[in-house]
């Protein structure tokens, strides 16, 4: 069973802080994602990494930046938080090479920026 | 251009009526499309894939390429359905999915 795991339920944060969000998978699989979900938005793809060190922007990448160092696991970082970036932020993962397949859903980290 | 479209923000419906939530796409390509789901409390998962036209928890959808939809339909709506539900589209060669805005479905009893 593919488990994807995020390193907090819910963060609070204040405004011109950094922030780490860590996504953890582990079923060995290459593409790894970062959305946010608000709601009337629905979820929007911030960064997509299809390998290590790899990475693309997704359609709202402005204000944040990611990091895979290591095959299992993918870091969303805010470099300076800032309010309108309160959310919730989903990572996902899959195999490379499958775009039929299921993507696997972590639980979801809630921020809130102050 | 690539995109989404679920009209409905919001279905209430009572528990044992039929239940439609609305997908439309817009897609040059051949469409690989899906529907996700979120219970309360729950992580997003799949609930089913058009490729695989299989039928799950009683849940159908069927591609129209004719009118670019694919809509999710249940005949008889139970209270356990309630939930936040994405259509997505797959974007070819990518591995990447376009989500639409989503639609809360809630079966009163």
């Known amino acids: 069973d593919v488990k994807v795991t995020q390193s907090s339920r819910y963060l609070v944060k204040r405004t011109g802080e950094k922030v780490f969000l860590e996504c953890v998978q582990d079923m060995d699989h290459e593409n790894m994602f970062w959305y946010r979900q608000d709601p009337g938005l629905g979820l929007r793809l911030i960064y997509f990494s299809y390998d290590v060190k790899m990475k693309e922007k997704g359609d709202i990448p402005e204000g944040y930046s990611v990091s895979r160092e290591k095959k299992e696991r993918f870091s969303l970082i805010l470099e300076s938080a800032s309010t309108n970036q309160t959310s919730m932020y989903l990572c996902?993962?899959?195999?490379?090479?499958?775009?039929?397949?299921?993507?696997?859903f972590g639980p979801g980290t809630r921020l809130t920026v102050l | 251009a690539q995109r989404v479209t679920q009209p409905e923000k919001l279905l209430s419906v009572f528990k044992g009526a039929p239940v439609e939530l609305k997908c439309n796409y817009s897609?040059?390509?051949?469409?690989?499309l899906f529907w996700y789901v979120q219970y309360s409390r729950q992580r997003l998962q799949l609930l089913l894939r058009?490729?695989s036209r299989e039928s799950i928890k009683g849940f159908t959808a069927d591609l129209n390429k004719g009118e670019t939809s694919f809509h999710l339909k249940k005949p008889f709506a139970q209270e356990e359905d309630s939930a936040m539900y994405y259509c997505a589209l797959a974007i070819y060669n990518t591995d990447k999915l376009i989500f639409g805005t989503g639609t809360r479905l809630q079966v009163f009893p």
């Open positions: 897609y040059s390509g051949s469409p690989e």
């Open positions: 058009h490729i």
């Open positions: 996902a993962s899959t195999p490379q090479g499958t775009s039929t397949d299921t993507q696997y």
